[in-house]
């Protein structure tokens, strides 16, 4: 037990699934895991632990940004042991090539800042993805039927963002999208050896300004959390 994650030792399977929203978490455990059981509700971020195809999976959500998704993520690491984390979110799609309802898998996360961004000083490290992940979800992704893109995407650490230069240049660079943590969540991968991924549903258009309908997420997030667990175990 943790400050922010109040289960108990061996109540964290080693494989974790970071979705943002507490209740997407309940959502996904009840609708991919089995033996499902609740193991946090501290400050009503939900946790759930349950088995895929026989494996342990915990899905915990992480809360919006990188300051919260770091928390989780350390407590995560250090004190359960936690070895494979994959982020399951929504984003924004920052290029003509990628549509609403699409799967980003992100290679790389730039920013502009994140809560481990002052132990670098003047070095901009490079936060990636785990290869072994990668290449698991991209082959996860090509047995369904759903458009899939692999390459960088851009951790923001504001929703409501007033810089719209930043966001040309991202595009200008070849930015497949928008969120706002997944850089964290790969350089404390990098800094504790662990796994990491973000596997992510195109949720609007920073472009277009299209929107998927509340009514279709369901649907185009489920792609998202089963190409994650296959490539947990792959």
Not at 25 to 47: H, I, P, S, Y
Not at 124 to 149: I, M, Y
Request: hydrophobic share 40%; aromatic share 8%.
């Amino acid at each position: 037990m943790t400050i922010h994650i109040g289960a108990e030792k061996g109540d964290i399977a080693e494989t974790v699934l970071m979705p943002g929203d507490p209740y997407r978490a309940k959502w996904a455990a009840e609708t991919f895991l089995q033996e499902v059981r609740l193991v946090n509700e501290v400050r009503g971020m939900l946790g759930y632990t349950g088995t895929w195809n026989g494996n342990p999976v915990t899905i915990q959500g992480s809360g919006m940004g990188m300051p919260s998704l770091s928390i989780y993520a350390n407590e995560l690491i250090r004190d359960f042991g936690a070895k494979t984390l994959i982020r399951i979110g929504s984003c924004g799609g920052m290029q003509k090539s990628v549509a609403v309802r699409d799967v980003i898998l992100a290679m790389t996360a730039t920013t502009a800042g994140s809560p481990s961004a002052s132990i670098f000083k003047e070095v901009n490290f490079a936060p990636c993805a785990d290869w072994s992940l990668l290449k698991a979800a991209a082959e996860a992704a090509g047995q369904r039927d759903v458009a899939t893109h692999v390459g960088g995407i851009y951790s923001s650490d504001t929703f409501y963002d007033e810089r719209p230069d930043l966001n040309e240049q991202m595009v200008r660079h070849g930015i497949l999208g928008v969120e706002m943590e997944a850089a964290e969540l790969y350089t404390l991968a990098a800094r504790y050896g662990c796994r990491a991924l973000a596997v992510l549903t195109v949720s609007d258009h920073l472009l277009t300004g299209e929107a998927l309908p509340s009514d279709q997420r369901e649907r185009s997030f489920g792609d998202m959390v089963e190409i994650a667990l296959e490539a947990a175990f792959s």
